[in-house]
């Protein structure tokens, strides 16, 4: 399983990206998506996740209210609406994919949050 994220960049407090994370073709049922994020020096942290096996979707308590997972029609991709961005919402953002004992990630995308 192949993953490529996109959507990320620069933009300024206050203001919104949208995140893709696309398996290139090849369905996500069945897997435990979730995407990550990790700033310079930290260590990398789980920002949201959904099960597909019970519908239920972990946000961290750090972006509740404000990042929203979704999931596409073709369920080849995923989502992660990103809003009311802060400057320590600034990280590369990965999304990983699990199955039993396959984990898959993607190379992540850049987001910048800065006045």
């Known amino acids: 399983l192949q993953l490529v994220e996109s959507g990320g960049g620069w933009v300024q407090p206050g203001g919104s990206l949208r995140l893709s994370c696309s398996a290139s073709g090849r369905s996500l049922d069945g897997y435990a998506i979730g995407w990550f994020r990790q700033a310079p020096g930290n260590e990398r942290k789980r920002v949201s996740c959904?099960?597909?096996?019970?519908?239920?979707?972990y946000y961290a308590d750090s972006v509740k209210g404000r990042f929203a997972f979704s999931r596409g029609s073709a369920n080849d991709t995923v989502y992660l609406q990103m809003n009311s961005l802060q400057p320590e919402d600034t990280a590369m953002y990965y999304c990983?994919?699990?199955?039993?004992?396959?984990?898959?990630w993607g190379q992540g995308t850049q987001v910048t949050v800065s006045s």
């Open positions: 990983e994919a699990d199955r039993g004992s396959m984990n898959y």
């Open positions: 959904f099960n597909s096996n019970d519908g239920s979707t």
